[in-house]
């Protein structure tokens, strides 16, 4: 394990994700945000700026047994959440059903099931199915915990309105990538109105899939405290640039 970059409210550490949250005490994590591999580097192709590209991101995206990787970072979440904490996790069609499934099955309770829909989805290649324009955020929590939720917030910056379940933005913009890319990154928007729903100023945040940075930078925005967790260097020296320079970070559109 190694630091990577620390300031009053956040730290990076370069870190297989099961090790660093061995580390964490029993009860002691407000909020787990985090989008873990969905494992589909599978040799095939997609779409990326209208080129075919192949899916394969690294051997962090391959995993013969994701439904036991999937449950023991359950397991973990279980452990290091305090008993009124959430969590938040991301997933799309390909692993979305396995999360859902496994969630209920450690026995938490699926608070909602987000749907971000994204207003420039990459075309379908094969021209033999819809458009896949949508990924899912699942937020969940113990039968029995009192969930941190801003409600007032979340209608305040809905036109006074209670927000939906359904949420539009675009891909992450390039100006959100000025450091560098991550394969798998998501827009800041997203994840600034979930820490923001989620959170009070004394929370601790943890992303143990942290990639880029996004979870920390939206924790660098609001005041809040985070650890954020990778094991490749080069994706964690993105999000150290980006973190130390959170100011300049500009936030995309969402409805």
């Known amino acids: 394990m190694k630091t990577i970059y620390t300031d009053k409210l956040n730290t990076l550490?370069?870190?297989?994700?099961?090790?660093?949250?061995?580390?964490?005490?029993?009860?002691?994590?407000?909020?787990?945000?985090?989008?873990?591999?969905?494992f589909l580097s599978n040799g095939g192709f997609s779409n990326s700026g209208g080129k075919m590209v192949s899916v394969n991101k690294g051997d962090w995206d391959q995993n013969p047994d994701?439904?036991?990787?999937?449950?023991?970072?359950?397991?973990?979440?279980?452990?290091?959440l305090t008993p009124d904490g959430s969590f938040w996790i991301f997933g799309s069609?390909?692993?979305?059903?396995?999360?859902?499934?496994?969630?209920?099955?450690?026995?938490?309770?699926?608070?909602n099931n987000i749907t971000w829909?994204?207003?420039?989805?990459?075309?379908?290649?094969?021209?033999?199915?819809?458009?896949?324009?949508?990924e899912t955020i699942?937020?969940?929590?113990?039968?029995?915990?009192?969930?941190?939720?801003?409600?007032?917030l979340m209608k305040e910056i809905n036109d006074n309105k209670q927000m939906k379940d359904v949420w539009l933005t675009s891909n992450t913009a390039k100006s959100e990538k000025r450091f560098g890319k991550h394969p798998s990154q998501k827009p800041l928007a997203l994840l600034k109105r979930i820490i923001s729903a989620s959170t009070t100023k004394d929370s601790f945040v943890v992303d143990p899939f942290v990639g880029s940075g996004?979870?920390?930078?939206?924790?660098?925005?609001?005041?809040?405290?985070?650890?954020?967790?990778?094991?490749?260097?080069?994706?964690?020296?993105?999000?150290?640039q980006r973190v130390a320079d959170f100011e300049n970070e500009k936030v995309g559109k969402i409805k």
């Open 214 to 240: 996004t979870t920390s930078v939206a924790c660098s925005q609001l005041g809040i405290k985070s650890v954020g967790i990778d094991n490749n260097e080069d994706y964690l020296d993105i999000a150290r």
């Open 66 to 80: 994701p439904e036991q990787f999937y449950e023991k970072l359950l397991e973990e979440f279980d452990r290091i």
């Open 93 to 111: 069609m390909h692993n979305i059903y396995i999360l859902g499934y496994l969630i209920q099955k450690k026995n938490f309770k699926i608070l």
């Open 117 to 134: 829909q994204k207003t420039n989805p990459a075309p379908n290649l094969s021209c033999r199915m819809f458009t896949h324009s949508t």
């Open 13 to 38: 550490i370069q870190s297989d994700a099961f090790k660093y949250l061995a580390t964490l005490e029993d009860h002691s994590v407000d909020l787990i945000v985090t989008d873990p591999p969905y």
């Open 138 to 152: 699942l937020w969940a929590k113990r039968p029995k915990g009192k969930q941190i939720f801003n409600y007032t």
